[in-house]
């Protein structure tokens, strides 16, 4: 009996971070997915035609109707990755991603929260806009998938250059990465 391998969804995955988190999935970790899928709104741009090279199936964010664009990506994925900016995006594009990802077939979900993790801030100036919508929107998040897991990764500043290709290795897993399970 074989075991299928895992296949992957990465919205977001032609912006600043994501083209290098879809590099290294399709190159690094290739062998480990049976299929990389990466959302973009420009499928027929430079990165995104980069990483169709690499083996990645493209799918656009239809803008009009991004709750469809996703129900179609999420078809049999087993992993969602979401690479949109929180806070910088439209709410309904926020939104039709975490309903998608909800009513999919996913069993894991990392959701959108790069950057520090501001529950262990302790200083004047922590209700900042886009800290408050960012813990709104995991909230949310966390209350319509209490059936996946869902992960929060908090690598610090400066993200885009930790996820480029050729940076993993088991001391920056373990020294810099921290899963968080609420």
Do not use: C
């Not at 990506?73 to 900016?85: A, E, K, P, Q, R």
């Not at 959108?112 to 262990?120: C, F, L, Y």
């Amino acid at each position: 009996m074989s075991i299928s391998k895992p296949v992957v969804t990465i919205l977001g995955g032609t912006g600043l971070l994501g083209e290098h988190l879809s590099t290294v999935f399709l190159t690094e970790y290739k062998s480990h997915f049976g299929e990389v899928r990466v959302v973009t709104r420009d499928p027929t741009s430079e990165k995104a035609q980069d990483l169709r090279a690499k083996g990645a199936v493209l799918y656009k964010l239809d803008e009009a109707n991004p709750r469809g664009s996703f129900e179609a990506s999420f078809v049999g994925v087993d992993v969602i990755i979401n690479l949109l900016s929180a806070g910088f995006i439209a709410a309904e594009i926020t939104n039709a991603a975490i309903e998608a990802a909800a009513q999919s077939t996913t069993k894991v979900y990392f959701q959108s929260e790069w950057g520090g993790d501001r529950s262990t801030f302790d200083f004047d100036g922590y209700d900042l806009e886009l800290w408050v919508i960012k813990e709104e929107i995991a909230k949310r998040t966390r209350d319509l998938m209490k059936e996946k897991k869902v992960i929060s990764v908090y690598p610090g500043a400066f993200s885009e250059i930790v996820f480029r290709p050729g940076r993993f290795s088991e001391h920056l897993l373990s020294g810099t990465l921290t899963e968080t399970y609420r």
